[in-house]
């Protein structure tokens, strides 16, 4: 009796872990006929020459997809605060959705979330509406639910210790008095072992109380110095994710413009989006 190699092609793929079941009618012969075969053993069918040693090996798992960066933008809803110093980690969240195409229009886990790609990485943009001493809701139901590593989650604010429209890369550390960080590390147990972009907006003039300071809107000028901030922010953050922390960190905690560093804007980093990532 000799059995068909089509059936065979379709037994290789079984797992032999788990019990073994043989319906006969996966065989080109009566049921009466299967039941007389003398000796019959998973080495009898293993060994068909209508199977090859190179077609026995089944093919290695793909990589699992990328998780995503989270990066997350701090500020307050609503129109009243819009444009404030406070926002300005709303406003470089916003510009690098803008640079990249992302659009941030879901609403989920008490924030504003959108999902792209920054090259071939897979990124989550969030600004947490749960006003800005409650971020770490919102941010550690994201990182929770993902389950996003911390060193891929980057948390952009402003920063009342750095002069007006500097930036500076930090791998990790404390909330530096800043209400929205405290509320993060608080909800992720206590870890400040996550990277952060800080934005200065400068300190208040004379007297005047940072509360107050901080809700104020910026001047025209002050805008106008914003915008190769945001510019600056939204390079580092691609170096960040395509080459890594070192780099991005020597390139946005210099001194130098963009242009004697010898970074072009976006175009070196043009590229194909895998079709396969999901997240």
Known sequence: ????????????FLNFNSPLIISPLSFNFPKTTF?????????????????TAEESQLAPPKPPPHLPWLIVGLGNPGKKY?????????????AIAESEGISINNVNFKALLGRGFIGNVPVMLAKPHTFMNSSGE????????YKIPLKQVL?????LDLPFAKLRLLPKGGHGG????????????GSRDFPRLRIGIGRPPGKMDAVNFVLRPFNKQEREELEFTFERGIEAVRILLLEGFDKSATFVNSTKSMEQLGW???SKWVDLVPSFISF
């Open 155 to 159: 948390v952009v604010y402003d920063d």
């Open 1 to 12: 009796m000799k059995l068909s190699s089509s059936p065979l092609s379709t037994i290789r």
């Open 82 to 94: 819009n444009a404030t110093r406070h926002n300005v980690g709303f406003e470089m969240v916003d």
């Open 178 to 189: 800043h209400n929205g960080m405290r509320s993060i590390i608080d909800r992720l147990k």
């Open 264 to 266: 072009k804007h976006s």
């Open 138 to 145: 919102s941010v550690g139901s994201i990182v929770s639910y």
């Open 35 to 51: 039941t007389h075969v003398p000796n019959f053993s998973i080495h009898t069918i293993t060994s068909s020459p209508a199977i």
